[in-house]
C-alpha cells in the first residue's frame, strides 16, 4: 500500500469528488482515480460509491478514512521525529573572519547557536 494512494484517497474522501481531490493533491484526475482503484484492488473492497454525484463513502469506505488518516498522520510525526538535528553534534567548528564581525558578531551567533 502506498502512502500517495493514502494521500489521494483522503483528499478525494474529503472533497467528495476525484477532480477536486485530484487539485488539492497537485495531480490529474486519472491519477486520483487509480490510486483509489488500486487500494480498492488491495483490500478487495469498494471504497468510493460513484453512481452518485457528490461521491460517497462506503460503509468499508467511512471506516478505511479513518485508518487512512491515522496512518498518514503517524508517519509525519514519524518523519517529524527521525529528522530533528541531533542535540549531541560533535567535533571541531572552525570560523575565519575579518577583525570586526569576529569581535562583534560571532560570539552572538555562538551563544545563539550554543
Do not use: C, W
Not at 471506516?63 to 508517519?75: C, D, G, P, V
Not at 509525519?76 to 541531533?86: A, G, M, N, S, V
Request: aromatic share 6%; charged share 25%.
Amino acid at each position: 500500500m502506498k502512502t500517495e494512494d493514502l494521500r489521494s484517497y483522503i483528499q478525494v474522501a474529503a472533497s467528495q469528488s476525484f477532480s477536486l481531490g485530484a487539485d488539492n493533491r497537485g495531480i490529474g484526475h486519472p491519477s486520483a482515480s487509480r490510486s483509489v482503484r488500486r487500494l480498492e484492488g488491495e483490500l478487495k473492497v469498494t471504497l468510493i460509491d460513484r453512481k452518485v454525484r457528490p461521491i460517497q463513502l462506503t460503509l468499508a469506505g467511512v471506516e478505511f478514512l479513518k485508518f487512512a488518516r491515522e496512518t498518514i498522520n503517524h508517519l509525519e510525526i514519524l518523519t517529524r521525529e527521525f529528522q530533528k538535528p541531533d542535540p549531541n553534534i560533535r567535533g571541531t567548528l572552525n570560523i575565519i573572519t575579518s577583525s570586526t564581525p569576529g569581535e562583534l558578531l560571532v560570539p552572538h551567533m555562538l551563544n545563539d547557536f550554543l
